[in-house]
């Protein structure tokens, strides 16, 4: 993120942008996602439901274009993908402190299954041990439909959509990254540990992470020369392993041994998509999904990788979505409102998560 961007969110932390705080999550360790639930107590905000967001932008309750700043402490808790983590963690410390999200869910990714996975509930009352806890991430990376009627049935979790494939594809040779641990020792880009059908992850650290883009705005993909792979995981293990992630500076040394070992690679090359996620059908198909197996009638969409365009909103609206929940580029911007049917399309911006902690200084 660039430090113009940056300072922005501060700013709008600082001096309050108009309308609830809402803050973007995929997932979060037990102890810092209490931390911000504890926070935002001490601090006397509301933590909103989605569809208590949309009244507050569906009536005149705030009126985001026309009234002076309305001084409401209000917060939203949204989690993107539908990871196992919002079962085995979120759910549990949301029922205990009584607070409120939304999750943004991929259907196809979810399963169908009746098989019980444990949460923090079973390990505190003694049901399960953490080394199951922590594997079952590994067994089940995404939510089962079950899962997502219990915490839906609680009132304390809305389910919405991400797309129905949320497809990413590598889009240009550029390396943006490497493939490295996050909670719960699973991969932070997810979506390339699951397209390579869920290999092993010690096999997966330090892997390059190309520049990306949804599928549905990208006409070719690129290839890489997978060597890269073999030798930025064989650098990682000779340096610890997964040990090497705890070093200071891990993520320079890697580009710094990545750029020494390029002239080895061969070049890559650019094919073209096929069976590409299409846009329309997207939105559409998990609308109608959700729809079918949650009851929801308003359902919001969120942009997978944060990516737009007139073209997506306009499908959003057409389709019949009532908000499209945004990444911090646009932070200052507030809410806006897309009138191209008879209801609005609200236009939401999002926060990552880990500017709740700055709330500590206000």
Known sequence: MRTIDKLKILAGLALGTKGPKIFSFHDCLPDVFSGYLELLAYK???ILGGQELLERFSSKVLDLDKEPHVNVKEAVLTFDDGRRNCWSVIFPLL??????????????????????????EDYWNGRTSWENLYLSHRRMPYLTWKELEIM???????????????????VSSGVIDFQHPGVYEMPVYFDEWFDAGLPLL????GAPIYERSWAPFASNIYVPDRRADTVMNEFVKNNGGFLFFKKKKWRAKLFNYYNSQKKNFGSGHFKKIEDREDA?????????????????????????????????????????????????QSINKGCKSLSLKADALFILTRIPSFWIKFLAYL
Not at 152 to 170: A, C, K, M, P, Y
Not at 292 to 321: C, R, T
Request: charged content about 25%; proline content about 5%; aromatic content about 12%.
């Open 95 to 120: 029922k205990k402190y009584r607070a409120k999200a939304i999750l943004f869910v991929i259907p196809s990714r979810i399963s169908e299954v009746d098989e019980y996975f444990p949460n923090l």
């Open 202 to 205: 010690d096999y997966q650290w």
């Open 280 to 328: 329309y059908l997207s939105l559409a198909e998990s609308k109608s999904a959700i729809e079918k197996k949650m009851g929801n009638k308003d359902i919001f969409f969120s942009l997978p990788l944060y990516q737009s365009s007139p073209e997506i909103l306009k499908i959003a609206a057409d389709v019949g979505y009532r908000a499209i929940f945004t990444g911090p």
């Open 152 to 170: 839906q049935s609680s009132g304390l979790v809305e389910i919405h959509s991400h797309g129905l494939r949320h497809d990413v594809v590598r």
């Open 44 to 46: 006397r905000y509301s």
